[in-house]
């Protein structure tokens, strides 16, 4: 149980530094609370819930392991060559794919909802 304790105190100590860090993060963490608020006004269903969920948990997990690679990166090449550069770029691209997708998938569940309510 102890080990388990540790263990989780350094996973909570990563999700602690990835938002410190990263301005990112922060945004995609403002925006699904955002996101929340909207499943709850608009009543969303279970099943939507659970998409909605596994999206911003999707996001947030490619974020975190974006910053790793970035991290690692630095850290083994800390002075500029292409090949690095490339790795970082390819790593944030994944993220951005991801959030692009998933804003797709916010859409197509939101938007019958709010033309419903007006």
């Known amino acids: 149980m102890k080990q388990f304790l540790f263990s989780l105190s350094y996973a909570l100590n990563g999700i602690r530094l990835l938002f410190r860090s990263q301005k990112n993060a922060q945004y995609h963490a403002i925006i699904s609370i955002l996101v929340f608020l909207m499943g709850w006004i608009f009543r969303i269903s279970s099943m939507e819930w659970i998409i909605v969920i596994a999206c911003i948990g999707l996001v947030l997990f490619a974020e975190c392991l974006n910053t ?13 060559h292409i090949k690095a550069g490339q790795i970082k770029d390819l790593a944030a691209g994944s993220v951005l794919i991801l959030s692009i997708t998933t804003m797709v998938i916010g859409l197509i569940i939101f938007i019958p909802k709010v033309l419903a309510y007006f």
Do not use: G
């Open 68 to 80: 790793t690679i970035e991290y690692l990166v630095d850290f083994v090449s800390p002075n500029y």
